[in-house]
């Protein structure tokens, strides 16, 4: 397990590129908006220095304000794109000319409290015959109180969108606590759901409950794959499972050109993890009785092998979120590098791995952090821009764009 102390990323951050000034965003394939006065400009000495000779100059402008909680963002293969709002349960359309317009305005059933509400958006991969999305959210209706991920389809005129199926239900909630949902497609078509384990001692490695799994589900029917690791197991449950001993998951991440899919995680008091996830793996999270908080994040200590973290925060966390690895030439040193959000550091990371999954350093553009307050989501658009949210509440929240040359 690769655990990067507060010391270690000290260190880190004395390496990154300090990036000051002002720019707009340029990019044909967006209406232009107004510029940010807090955005950056080109690398300096200090990261030449460090060798970091080739990382991006940074360009930072708003695309897309006045939202509240906006927790996931999704592009359509004609790049319109989709935010999802956690509270007001809506879902804003920008289309790539910078017209905006709800596409959802009500969630039927939503569920809101704490951390749980509409979260996590998806788009089919064949969206431009069958105009299919999915969103994950908590859901109320008589006695039963879920996380269900639902299936969409928009009309043509993408002016609004109703339910067609309810995918998967049933993944376990409490309070509201811990019921985070990411959504991110696999190789061929495979939709993979990361929850949280609903704060309830033992749901994440209790393999009959979806709480604080990773799950891989076909994307029409909402049923196990064959190729799942419990595929053979005689409950719905187990059958869908990917991954198991997961607190929070709020990433996923599936890296070009590979079958890896990576997830983020946060953690208690210490311990945000980015996870290399792999088939029927353990990551090791199990609260004490009465959701004692106290043991390790990835426990070696319990039964049966765990898998470690591939970065972790170390003491304290930074509630890392959304991720996604930033593609493009344009991008220089960065690319193919994970781009994660941070929540309580209000800041990005960029992290650089190896093939085999292995931590090689850590880089933190001085543009985005704090200049934004909370980042929540992260997600690579058209022409090859990084899109994130913010999450400081109050109605005042936004869309990012981040371009790089």
Known sequence: ?????TATSRRLRRAVAALTGLATLATPTFAAAAPDHDATSSPSSEAAESGARRAPSLRVNTVLRGLDHPWDVAFTPNGSMLVTERNRGRVTLRTPRGDVR??????????????????????????????????????RS????DVRVVAWRANPSLTSAQVVDNLVTGIQVSSGRHGGCRLRFGGKGALFIGTGDAAITGSARDRTSLAGKVLRVDRLTGYALPSNPFSGSSNANTRKLFTFGHRNVQGLALRPGTPQMWSVEHGTFRDDEVNLLQSGGDYGWQAGPGYDESPPMTNFDLPGPQVGAKWSSGNPTVATSGATWLTGPRWQ?????????????????IMRFTAGGSLVDVLEPTALNGSYGRLRAAEMGPSNILYLTTDNGDGADRVIAVSAS
């Open 102 to 139: 709800t596409l959802v305005s009500n969630v039927p059933n939503l569920w809101v409290s704490r951390e749980t509400g509409l979260m996590g958006i998806e788009i089919d991969p064949r969206f431009r015959g069958n105009r299919r999305f999915y969103t994950c959210h908590g859901f």
């Open 333 to 349: 040193d960065w690319n193919r590098r994970l781009a994660v959000a941070a929540l309580k550091d209000r800041s990005l990371r």
């Open 142 to 145: 008589g006695s039963t109180t």
């Open 1 to 5: 397990m690769t655990h990067h102390t």
